[in-house]
């Protein structure tokens, strides 16, 4: 039987990547009033980034930035998938789900996501499996550690190579456990483990990545790689962001996650007319 990567996955007709709009639901974001207000406010978020041009909402329970701690199952499903219902209930904009937690995958699916996007690459027990009976997408991101510790001391021979051959492996098994070759995405995982120093070369070496013919996510968006480039870690980060997700694009990125949508369409529609021009 052979499967077909479904059609929102597919490239853009003017070979714009798609933009994968940022939607937090940790207890931090949409922070005053109770659950029902900060659904609500995540929805109208949601929304917002739809109308601004997104193609993907990334909708996230648990935080994985760095130092960041893990949460319950219950606690993550709490915070998801609700909205996920909500999105699903008023906008046909295909919703992914950031979570390594099996039972996560399973309830978002049922709630109507369109999208597994895994941090920890399906390694959690029962995550592969979990994925699998989805029989939806998965997005496969590189990780050198946890989030709380990542960042004391990473360290690679050959930063490319390691990225490359895990995500690559994990795609394999992917493959061996059900899920279509079509239905896999790959993403280098900036700032996860990372110094400077491997950011960048990944990022300049994306080609590596995307000529192995699998859709590459790039997620740059506000990471403090930005403020390590400007030498100013209090700087605002929107035309950094910005300007990474165009870099990206010309290094083949299929993908582009953000939280600054209108801005990043604005930036990428312009690259797009002068390229067809
Ligand atoms: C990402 C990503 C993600 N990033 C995918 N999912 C985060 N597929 C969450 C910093 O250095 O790139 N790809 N889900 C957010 N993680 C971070 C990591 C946020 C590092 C900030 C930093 O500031």
């Not at 052979?2 to 929102?8: E, G, Q, R, V």
């Not at 929304?47 to 990334?58: F, K, T």
């Not at 098994?173 to 279509?180: F, K």
């Not at 740059?220 to 694009?249: C, F, H, N, P, Q």
């Amino acid at each position: 039987m052979s499967t077909s990567a479904p059609l929102w996955l597919n490239a853009t007709d003017s070979g714009m990547p798609l933009v994968m709009g940022i939607l937090n639901v940790t207890p931090d974001s949409f922070s005053d009033g109770g659950q029902f207000e900060r659904k609500d406010k995540a929805l109208e978020r949601a929304l917002q980034m739809v109308e601004e041009g997104a193609n993907i909402i990334d909708v996230g329970g648990e935080s994985t930035r760095p130092g960041a701690q893990q949460v319950s199952a219950a606690e993550e499903i709490d915070r998801v998938v609700g909205v996920v219902e909500l999105i699903r209930a008023r906008s046909a904009i295909p919703v992914s789900v950031d979570t390594s937690k099996p039972e996560v995958m399973t309830a978002a699916a049922r709630a109507g996501a369109s999208m597994i996007n895994d941090v920890r690459a399906l390694r959690s027990p029962g995550a592969l499996a979990a994925a699998a009976a989805t029989d939806l997408p998965v997005c496969l991101m590189h990780m050198q550690g946890e989030p709380r510790t990542m960042q004391a001391n990473p360290e690679y021979d050959d930063v490319i190579a390691e990225v490359r051959d895990f995500l690559l492996e994990r795609a394999d098994v992917c493959i061996a456990n059900g899920i279509p070759r079509q239905h896999i995405v790959l993403d280098p995982g900036f700032g996860f483990g990372k110094s400077l120093q491997h950011n960048v070369a990944l990022l300049q070496q994306l080609g590596s990545l995307v000529d192995r013919g699998y859709p590459v996510i790039a997620g740059l968006s506000r990471k403090s790689m930005i403020g390590a480039l400007l030498k100013d870690l209090e700087r605002d980060r929107l035309l950094g962001s910005v300007t990474l997700a165009l870099y990206a694009w010309r290094q083949g990125a299929h993908i582009v996650r953000v939280h600054d949508v209108g801005q990043t369409v604005e930036a990428l529609q312009v690259e797009a007319a002068l390229k067809s021009a």
